[in-house]
Each structure stands twice: as structure tokens, then as C-alpha cells.
């Protein structure tokens, strides 16, 4: 597994919602949101290994499913996504699909607010500590993620 000891060798990642353009990195911005084709922003793609499932949402939002058992399913999509592996499709060009590698810069977003986010109640939350783990510099909503800040906090 990659996983980069010094942080500055790690490229970044900013995850933030679609609206908060001023928290988006200088990259490009892809969707990682379970909509993504159907509705609103799209970015420039979609990465779907940190998408949940639309039907996900559909029994989260009837009450089938637990909001911490729709968590567990969403961290259990979240592998592979070291850097170098983690692509998004393209789709833009009728039904042909691109695969195009996220690079250093760019930008993972979906529609939920910056305060859903804080209570927990968004799934970038997850996926961002899921790409730090992977080997990322995680930039969340504006404010750097990493286990080294992690540790130094609750130390
Ligand atoms: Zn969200």
C-alpha cells in the first residue's frame, strides 16, 4: 500500500460541496455524489469508487436504512483510492466512458452543506478520512485532514 511517511510528498485533495467555489482546489472538480448524472452539477466526472448508491439514499431517507448502517456501506466502497488508482469517469462524450486519474489539486464534491458536513451527516466526511488513509493530503471543507493533525490533537 502506499502510504507516504512524509506528508509533503503526498499530493492533495480538497473535498467541499459544489456551491463553496472558494474552497474548491485549482484542479479539476469531480462529483462523488449519488445523483450525479440525474441532477445538478456534474463536474468534469465522477468518482464513483466514493459515490454511495442512489438506493442507498432512497432507504436512508424512507427508513430502511440506519443512518450508521448507510456509513458502514459507504466506508465499505471506499478502497483502492491510493493515489495514482483513484480516477473518475468521464462521460461527457455521448456514452463513451474516460477514465481520468485525480490528480494533485483537484477537487471531490457533492451537494450537501458545509454544516451537514460538520454534523457528520455527509459522506465526504468518511471519504476524506478514508483518502488520507490511502495516502492523501486531505483538504475538508477548507481545513487540512491528516493523522498527523489527528495525532497532535489528541495528544
Ligand atoms: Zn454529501
Redesign the pocket.
Known amino acids: 500500500m502506499r502510504n507516504p511517511a512524509n506528508k509533503h510528498e503526498r499530493p492533495t485533495v480538497h473535498l467541499t460541496s459544489f456551491e463553496a467555489r472558494h474552497l474548491h482546489g485549482p484542479g479539476h472538480r469531480y462529483a462523488i455524489?449519488a445523483w450525479s448524472w440525474m441532477d445538478g452539477e456534474l463536474g468534469e466526472g465522477r468518482v464513483s469508487s466514493l459515490c454511495p448508491e442512489p438506493q442507498w439514499i432512497d432507504e436512508l431517507h424512507e427508513g430502511f436504512l440506519s443512518p450508521r448502517a448507510f456509513e458502514c456501506q459507504c466506508r465499505e466502497r471506499f478502497v483502492a483510492l491510493w493515489p495514482g488508482h483513484l480516477v473518475a469517469e468521464d462521460v461527457w462524450n455521448g456514452n463513451r466512458k474516460k477514465e481520468r486519474e485525480v490528480r494533485d489539486g483537484d477537487t471531490l464534491c457533492?451537494?450537501?452543506s458545509e454544516a451537514?458536513?460538520e454534523a457528520g451527516l455527509?459522506?465526504?466526511v468518511w471519504a476524506a478520512e478514508a483518502l488520507v488513509a490511502a495516502g492523501w493530503r486531505v483538504v475538508l471543507d477548507g481545513k487540512e485532514l491528516s493523522f498527523e493533525r489527528r495525532t497532535q490533537a489528541e495528544s
Open positions: 455524489k457533492c451537494t450537501c451537514e458536513a455527509c459522506h465526504r
